[in-house]
């Protein structure tokens, strides 16, 4: 029996093992174009291992002023989106996760969210509204579109309906209010639920680039994002703007292919710092919000 029982965990450790390598190789490989010379990526030389060693990629990223101001938008960007999609996710969910009893017109509230959540206004009428409300090239512009994320709503909801009703029914014994019942009661026991909907929020927003390119037409508020995918090599206006001898010959030594390597590697260095300090709470928070009994 512990034979059988070592060869199973065997088999298991190798297939999870596996697994990993899948995972971990692609993005190893982009590492190693990202650190290589033009002509190796050009010719699909490079495998796990840099060829012809450069950081150019990575100069040419962060060696520009618009990079780091970049970064500190996008940073910014996630804070408040965080905060403010929190604060309404909680708010709406609280009410919500009441009985038709309790809450009258929360079978109305549900369509709405529900039929919002499938079918959206689109993108021109969403950039119709925030061109009238005078919010081009603001951050407002990248953050209220997604203000309200209904599928996180409804997860949170849900957990909120899996509290045991007898901790409210305590609460209320003593004489707390609805707002202490939720700030007291519900909030610290749905930990694991809202640090599961402020991962979906950091990297939603993080990723997102497109709404850099549709709301904002100044180079300069770009988020991180949209400024790193409108980044590309360009010799020809490195010498138009007089730049240095050693700048055009790290700009020769690259294509946009090692750059757009050197761009992923840099999107995902934030998120592989977060992911670990949310993730042990990612599927508790999914399984019990997502099922309703």
Known sequence: MKEKLNARIIIIYALVIGLGLICLLPLWNIVAISLSGSAAVAGNKVGLIPIDLTFGAYQKIMGDGQFWRSFGISVLRVIVTLALNLILIVLMAYPLAKSKRAFKGRSIYMNIMIFAMLFNGGMIPTYLVVKQLGLLNTIWALILPGAV???????????????????????????????????????????????????????????????????????ENYPLMTYIQALNVNIADAIKNNASAESIANLAQLSDKNLNAAKIMVAIIPLLLIYPMLQKYFVTGMVVGSVKE
Do not use: C, H
């Open 149 to 219: 994320p209904i599928f996180s709503v409804i997860l949170v909801m849900n957990f909120f309906r899996g509290i045991p009703k007898a901790l409210e029914e305590a609460a209320i014994i003593d004489g707390a209010t609805p707002l202490q019942v939720l700030f007291q009661v519900f909030i610290p026991i749905s930990l694991p639920s809202l640090a599961t909907v402020s991962l979906f929020s950091i990297v939603g927003t993080w990723n997102d680039f497109m709404g850099g390119l549709i709301y904002i037409t100044k180079a």
